[in-house]
């Protein structure tokens, strides 16, 4: 499955979610219903020396009143649940104790997690997620939490941290990347908030039986001798048959989690492997976990019971039965990694963590070119990414259909990419990424203006005016490092950059959109990478500063949005060509892949300009899964018209992905001096 096929397997998957819950909460209420039968019935017989009351079973106003309070109950429980974990993946690890690990750290473990995470953010185009460390967990798992890639966290245990070797640990990593990329993580979200309902009849039982029983033995004590503490007794009976019946609910909650989860496990395990293309790497970690006495089994970490479904490995003791586990066995998996192995963890060892894998090199007809600066960090000439052939210093495409495919599919070229890109760094610029007063100003150097005349004045003038002399300072000593960066670096150094940006105050963030507004227009006009970058930068701070997340309204026909996909082709045509002929055949092109969807128009460049492309992304955003297929392929074959792309266009194109929640991995296009 493609990533679009897989957004659409999860919505699937939450519609059979809302049809499990609806089936709990039946089954509960009748158990409920029968309950109340009961305990009316004795009443009866107790009180009025009558034989045992029938009419309540058959009574349809009891049954719609035990119904409606068990729904109440749940949902409230549910909805209380979800209002905690509002702050998303942040709050679930908060939940379970997590501490935020610093993006400066000097740890050696903490340094070897955090190079991975940065990798794996790089190599599929996510903005840097949160790292989280679940301290004093000697066992090995891991999870990712979030509603969407922009407040999604991965979290770790020290023992996933401190016992796994690089290899093992980038295949855990991609694990729980994938299960970002794939919208897993709104799902198992939305599953702790169902689970959490399920059982909170199991809390007000208790609540019921200690009121009941106490009450009843103490009145009992008092007047034994005219029936004092019948109704007491009652509640208490009630209670123990809520708790009863809240079995049930834990059990539906179980199902429910394992009908989820199970086979999105199988799916990220493939994944990792695609990613990474290093199956004895995961294969390595799950090892370790069977070896490991405590394996993945979480012992102090609060909630894991909620949480079992999100982990990497079972978070539990050993479920009993097969069909409640939220995990496929351990051993399948391992097998399904590396066929040979016959469940054996003797030989496992702790103590000498595996070298890292070599890389390979790349192959004579890949054509090859290397990075100023990342040739020597990988002692090898770094391969172009893009599908298709280097040539005349622009990169040919295959077809709009392939990079559609590479939409949440990074690939080992992918990290290589990554790692090479990360290792190129000046030590200046990686340390700014990690800041948050430093990050603010590596962004504002990657929009300063590369001539040192006046619009390069004005625009310090405005960070001096809006940030202080400090930051214009620290933005002009980075803007010479900037400067020095490959072109392919400067959007995933903004990425990394990302993390840092979230700690802002929130009246600082208002200021610093302001200003990249202000810096980009400084020259009266808006270039491809300044809305790049701006786009890129905005739409992934906004979800965490606007804590009230946009109603995005779910389109599935493109004939509503005609006129929004005459600007996105026609503003892209503009941007590939400069001459009449040239934008009418990238028009065209682009064209030819919506033409049975909706009716087009090619508008004039007064028209489609970056503000109105803008503003169409944003009606854009609310389509299917298969339709943003067709929106990126569309996007792909326009500016590639001419089979070849530049580089600023790769970048638009990758903020238009971005733009459409499909996160783009690098396109890595290499350049000669004389591109633009």
Request: charged share 20%; glycine share 8%.
């Amino acid at each position: 499955m493609d990533f679009f096929e897989r957004q659409h397997q999860a919505k699937k998957k939450t519609g059979v979610l809302v049809f499990l819950f609806c089936v709990s909460v039946l089954l509960i209420s009748l158990l409920n219903h029968l309950l109340v039968a009961t305990v009316l019935g004795a009443s009866s017989v107790r009180e009025e020396k009558m034989e045992f009351e029938t009419t309540a079973y058959t009574d349809p106003v009891l049954a719609v009143l035990v119904f409606m309070g068990t729904f109440a109950v749940i949902g409230m429980a549910g909805l209380f649940r979800r209002v905690q974990l509002s702050g998303g993946g942040s709050s679930i690890a908060a939940m379970m104790g997590g501490r935020l690990v610093n993006m400066a750290t000097t740890d050696p473990d903490e340094r070897k997690l955090m190079n991975v995470v940065e990798e794996m953010a790089i190599a599929s185009s996510v903005a840097l997620p949160e790292v989280y460390v679940m301290e004093g967990e000697e066992a090995i798992n891991a999870f990712a939490a979030g509603y969407t890639l922009d407040d999604a966290v991965i979290g770790v245990t020290e023992g996933c941290m401190r016992k796994l070797s690089r290899d093992e640990l980038q295949g855990v990593i991609a694990h729980e990347f994938s299960h970002i990329l794939n919208q897993d993580m709104k799902l198992n979200l939305r599953l702790v908030s169902v689970v959490f309902g399920l059982i909170a009849l199991a809390v007000i039982g208790r609540v019921l039986l200690r009121i009941g029983f106490y009450s009843s033995h103490g009145r009992s004590r008092r007047s034994s001798e005219n029936g004092g503490g019948g109704g007491a007794l009652a509640i208490g009976i009630i209670g123990l048959g809520l708790m009863a019946t809240s079995g049930l609910g834990i059990l539906m909650g179980n199902l429910i989690k394992s009908a989820v989860s199970r086979q999105r496990e199988y799916l990220a395990d493939s994944s990792a492997v695609q990613f990474t293309r290093n199956p004895e790497g995961l294969a390595g970690a799950l090892k370790k976990i069977g070896a490991l006495s405590g394996g993945s089994r979480l012992l102090s970490t609060p909630n894991a019971e909620e949480a079992s479904h999100m982990f990497f490995g079972n978070a539990l003791s050993r479920s009993w039965f097969s069909i409640t586990s939220t995990h496929p066995p351990l051993l399948e998996r391992i097998q399904l990694l590396e066929p040979s192995f016959d469940g054996d963890f003797s030989g496992v060892r702790f103590d000498q963590p595996q070298p890292p894998r070599r890389q390979s090199a790349p192959s004579k007809t890949s054509a090859g070119i290397p990075i100023p600066g990342m040739g020597d960090a990988l002692g090898q000439a770094l391969p172009p990414v893009i599908m298709g052939l280097a040539a005349a210093g622009k990169v040919q495409v295959g077809s709009a259909a392939a990079v559609a495919d590479s939409i949440g599919n990074p690939t080992q070229q992918h990290i290589d990419f990554a790692a090479a890109l990360l290792a190129s760094l000046p030590e200046s610029v990686r340390a700014a990424a990690h800041d948050t007063h430093d990050a603010c100003a590596l962004v504002f150097a990657l929009l300063l203006d590369p001539k040192d005349g006046p619009v390069r004045k004005k625009q310090l003038g405005q960070v001096d005016k809006l940030f202080g002399e400090q930051m214009a300072k620290a933005t002009l000593k980075l803007s010479g490092e900037v400067a020095t960066l490959d072109p392919r670096a400067k959007l995933p150094v903004a990425d990394l950059a990302i993390g840092a940006l979230r700690r802002m105050a929130r009246e600082q963030f208002d200021s610093f959109t302001h200003l990249l507004e202000t810096l980009a227009a400084a020259d009266e006009q808006i270039d491809l990478f300044e809305f790049s970058l701006s786009k890129l930068v905005i739409r992934h701070l906004e979800p965490h500063f606007l804590k009230d997340r946009k109603k995005v309204v779910q389109v599935y026909s493109l004939k509503r949005l005609n006129h929004e996909c005459s600007v996105l082709i026609s503003s892209l045509a503009c941007t590939a060509g400069s001459d009449d002929e040239t934008i009418k055949m990238a028009y065209d092109a682009g064209a030819a892949h919506l033409a049975s969807a909706t009716e087009l128009n090619q508008l004039p460049p007064t028209e489609c300009g970056i503000h109105e492309l803008d503003q169409a992304l944003v009606a854009l955003v609310g389509v299917g899964p298969k339709l943003k297929r067709q929106l990126i392929e569309t996007a792909a074959a326009t500016v590639s018209a001419d089979g070849y792309l530049q580089i600023q266009e790769a970048e638009l194109l990758r903020a238009i992905s971005d733009s459409l929640d499909c996160p783009m991995p690098p396109l890595a296009i290499v350049l000669d001096t004389g591109a633009q």
